[in-house]
Nanobody
């Protein structure tokens, strides 16, 4: 059974940083691309960043230069380092692989 467990969300002031983690189990982690999505209240879920098994990365234009996705295959974990956070980054952040989703972690950027 595939499980994805996100952690690392919280409340941060504008300009601050957070690092999200997503621990995966039940899959051959190193063989799959991993992705982070987010969903703000009243909005559709959107792709934030993805990383292939060869560690090629993709970023949404809204986070380029501020967010960094990475993976540790030894720990079956994918990370999202978020810097220079803005209020518009406030959302529930989800980890995804294939058609599996984690439960999400809330990120709130507010002064």
């Amino acid at each position: 059974q595939v499980q994805l467990v996100e952690s690392g969300g919280g409340l941060v002031q504008p300009g601050g940083s957070l690092r999200l983690s997503c621990a995966a189990s039940g899959i051959s982690f190193r063989l799959y691309s991993m992705a982070w999505y987010r969903q703000a209240p009243g909005k559709q879920r959107e792709l934030v960043a993805s990383i292939s098994r060869a560690e090629s990365t993709f970023y949404a234009d809204s986070v380029k230069g501020r967010f960094t996705i990475s993976r540790d295959n030894a720990k079956n974990t994918v990370y999202l380092q978020m810097n220079s956070l803005k209020p518009e980054d406030t959302a529930v952040y989800f980890c995804s692989v294939v058609y599996y989703w984690g439960q999400g972690t809330q990120v709130t950027v507010s002064s």
